[in-house]
T-cell receptor
Framework: NAGVMQNPRHLVRRRGQEARLRCSPM?????VYWYRQLPEEGLKFMVY????????ESGMPKERFSAEFPKEGPSILRIQQVVRGDSAAYFC??????????????????FGDGTRLSIL | AQSVTQPDIHITVSEGASLELRCNYS??????LFWYVQSPGQGLQLLLK??????LVQGIKGFEAEFKRSQSSFNLRKPSVHWSDAAEYFC????????????FGRGTSLIVHP
């Protein structure tokens, strides 16, 4: 059973370009979470999605950032007009649908290996 | 809103020595508590979790943690550290109601000397 798959593992963009990060959740998981990790910091929650719905985007910057989780295909985190401050590791986590809460009654979030985004 | 403090940015221990990583949280009720480990270039792996019940929880790789309500702490321990334990360790707290989304500490980097 494959884990959470994120691609690309590394992404380099120039300032002003767009960055697209993909996350395929574990099989059977319909909840996806995106986190950002700055150097020497913990993970900061960005957005929580279920299939075709954004449930909580309280951690998402108001401009340039967007996320989607379509009915078919991976979840996408999109950053438009990237700036140097967007350089970070972006992690995706997934959890199954049949639990009592997003953090999973007994099944924690499963994390992908992240996408390291570097802005030149 | 909940918050997590990991007061130690770096911890250095000798292989075979015991380990304790500190975690303090702030939350109005009993939260859900987690410890994760992150190896370089990889995502987070769950070591253990506390939801309710026995305040001493056992995890994978020989780790354990104790929830102390009076101290708002959830310290991670291991009796004998192995060189392969060198990694970044994150404590996380999630509310036991509402959004359930966890808040992570800034992490403690564990260095193991031979």
């Amino acid at each position: 059973n494959a884990g959470v798959m994120q691609n690309p593992r590394h992404l380099v963009r120039r300032r002003g370009q767009e960055a697209r990060l993909r996350c395929s959740p574990m099989k059977g998981h319909s909840h996806v979470y995106w986190y950002r990790q700055l150097p020497e910091e913990g993970l900061k929650f960005m957005v929580y999605l279920q299939k075709e719905n954004i449930i909580d985007e309280s951690g998402m910057p108001k401009e340039r950032f967007s996320a989607e989780f379509p009915k078919e295909g991976p979840s996408i985190l999109r950053i438009q007009q990237v700036v140097r401050g967007d350089s970070a590791a972006y992690f995706c986590a997934s959890s199954p649908s049949s639990f009592q809460g997003p953090v999973l009654g007994n099944q924690p979030q499963h994390f992908g290996d992240g996408t390291r985004l570097s802005i030149l | 809103a909940q918050s997590v403090t990991q007061p130690d940015i770096h911890i250095t221990v000798s292989e075979g020595a015991s380990l304790e990583l500190r975690c303090n949280y702030s939350y109005g009720a009993t939260p859900y508590l987690f410890w994760y480990v992150q190896s370089p270039g990889q995502g987070l792996q769950l070591l253990l979790k506390y939801f309710s019940g026995d305040t001493l929880v056992q995890g994978i790789k020989g780790f354990e943690a104790e929830f102390k309500r009076s101290q708002s702490s959830f310290n991670l321990r291991k009796p004998s550290v192995h060189w392969s334990d060198a990694a970044e360790y994150f404590c996380a707290v999630a509310p036991s109601g509402g959004s359930y989304i966890p808040t992570f500490g800034r992490g403690t980097s564990l260095i193991v000397h031979p």
